[in-house]
Nanobody
Framework: EVQLVESGGGMVQPGGSLRLSCAASGFTFSTYYMIWFRQAPGKEREFVAAISWSGGGFYANSVKGRFTISRNNAKNSVYLQMNSLAPEDTAVYYC??????????????????????WGQGTQVTVSS
């Protein structure tokens, strides 16, 4: 059974940092791209970042240069270091997995999905 457990969210002031974690189980972690998505109130879920099994990263244009995705295959975990946070980063953050790299269209990466499983997510609130 696939399980994805996100943690590390919280409330932070603009300009602050947070590190999210996702613990995965129930599948062969090292053979999948791992992905972070986020969903803000009233908006659709959107791609944030992805990482290949070997560590290559892909980022949404809105977070490039501020967020860094990493993974530890020995711990079946993926991380998202978020720096220079802004109010528009406020959302519930989710991790997921995919066999394929993200799709590049009009200069932006995305994962169209669909996905049959989502964890509970972790809330990130950026506010002064």
């Amino acid at each position: 059974e696939v399980q994805l457990v996100e943690s590390g969210g919280g409330m932070v002031q603009p300009g602050g940092s947070l590190r999210l974690s996702c613990a995965a189980s129930g599948f062969t972690f090292s053979t999948y791209y791992m992905i972070w998505f986020r969903q803000a109130p009233g908006k659709e879920r959107e791609f944030v970042a992805a990482i290949s099994w070997s560590g290559g990263g892909f980022y949404a244009n809105s977070v490039k240069g501020r967020f860094t995705i990493s993974r530890n295959n020995a711990k079946n975990s993926v991380y998202l270091q978020m720096n220079s946070l802004a109010p528009e980063d406020t959302a519930v953050y989710y991790c997921n997995r995919d066999r394929s790299p993200p799709v590049l269209y009009s200069g932006s990466f995305s994962y169209p999905g669909p996905y049959d499983y989502w964890g509970q997510g972790t809330q990130v609130t950026v506010s002064s």
